[in-house]
């Protein structure tokens, strides 16, 4: 079988757990003996497209405009051109290539009018991995007005990419009960949880020596930097540990809100915090082997449900997790029923903070470190979510 995956950013470019995630299901796929396309954008391409394989993957990257950490403007530009600029860069491989499954990941929502097409000129079923809903969590925020022209625009665009798929995977519970309210499609809608390949790192400690953290509890947080996870949540909980001086709060990633962070690092002097640009994913992975605890955060805005794929990571490197969540986020459920860490709810400070101080005893860490590796071989392995999309996929041939 021919597996055809979209996604708006891939390995080794990209530093996204989005991409880390596509290609360890496509990595899954070969490894069943099929066949696997990825097409990704690049902003460095100086020609139209290039064709190379990555562990047995074929990927179609095609040249485009900026979409990473870049103008909301240019980058809303770049990314509405991301299906005519695959489609015509591609277009005589689509054609003489037949694949048999089109599988794409959201966000991006400006993949539907590729997939439609894939799916008229090979007559194969599509599948739609969502783990985003824009433009809903941006008027959540307040950073969209609902009912202006931008909305209508970004809606248009949501719709289409819903209506190209025949089957939506979301990524909680929650998430499906809010989609079936709110969202009117013919695709059948399920739950498919994020996925990690059980493959642990190791680490010689470089990291800790480097940063002159060998005696801390580092509390490490890996990804996007940005208004959607609301990371002054995390700088207040470090103020607020200042007089526990064997706690240190480590921060990698990019985005919008690395600026406000760094300024909020200086101007209240925090000297238990790090904030550190990204990595690549072999580097992360070693950073991870390394430190303590997991950290996440999400807006307390949000009224859809967020599963952060960094977890995943964590769980992979037995580290219990610390996290700070929007209200009726199920997510809350799926890591305390398991003993893998401690979530709250964003705003409930001083649970967050009691939470935090629990994580400074060694043995809870391991125990909890245990069980959040447990949970992933149970629920959120890259086996379970390759064979569910290939099973929708044989019910809709």
């Known amino acids: 079988m021919k597996i055809c995956l979209i996604i708006d950013d891939y390995l080794p470019e990209s530093i996204k757990i989005g991409a880390k995630m596509m ?14 396309t990825v097409v990704t954008p690049s902003s460095s391409l100086e020609k139209r497209f290039t064709i190379e394989t990555l562990d047995g993957v074929t990927i179609y990257r095609f040249k485009s405009g900026q979409i990473k950490n870049t103008g909301k403007v240019r980058r809303a530009i770049n990314e509405t051109l991301l299906s005519y600029r695959a489609w015509h860069a591609f277009k005589e491989h689509f054609t003489k290539e037949r694949h048999d499954i089109v599988v794409y990941y959201s966000p991006t929502i400006f993949w539907g009018d590729l997939a439609a097409k894939l799916k008229r000129v090979w007559g194969a079923p599509s599948y739609l991995i969502l783990r985003d809903i824009f433009p809903q969590w941006a008027i959540d925020q307040g950073l969209i007005r609902q009912g202006s022209m931008i909305e209508k625009y970004f809606r248009h665009f949501e719709r289409k990419n819903y209506d190209a798929a025949d089957s939506i995977g979301v990524m909680s519970r929650n998430n499906l009960e809010w989609f079936r309210e709110h969202v009117d499609t013919r695709a059948d809608v399920e739950i498919l949880y994020n996925w990690a390949a059980n493959t642990p790192a190791t680490s010689d400690g470089s990291y800790r020596r480097r940063l002159g953290l060998e005696e801390k509890v580092v509390y490490f947080y890996g990804g996007n930097i940005g208004h959607a996870q609301d990371m002054m949540n995390i700088v207040r909980l470090a103020r607020r540990m200042r007089n526990y001086p064997e706690a240190h709060f480590l921060l990698v990633g990019a985005g919008d809100e690395v600026d406000l962070v760094q300024r909020a690092i200086e101007r209240e002097k925090l000297e238990n915090m790090t904030l550190l640009p990204p990595v690549s994913q072999d580097e992360f992975k070693r950073m991870l082997a390394e430190f303590d605890i997991g950290l996440f955060t999400l807006h307390k805005n949000h009224t859809t449900h967020n599963f952060p794929g960094k977890l995943l990571g964590y769980m992979v490197q037995s580290m219990p997790i610390l996290g700070s969540i929007n209200a009726g986020n199920d997510l809350k459920d799926i890591v305390e029923d398991a003993g893998a860490g401690f979530v709250t709810i964003n705003g409930e400070d001083e649970l967050l903070l009691d939470n935090a101080l629990k994580l400074l005893d060694s043995e809870r860490r391991a125990a909890m470190g245990r069980n959040a590796l447990n949970l992933l071989q149970k629920t959120f392995s890259v086996e379970s979510a390759a064979r ?9 041939s």
């Open 23 to 36: 290609h360890e299901l496509a990595c899954e796929f070969v490894k069943n003996g099929h066949g696997v």
């Open 388 to 396: 569910k999309i290939l099973e929708k996929a044989a019910q809709k």
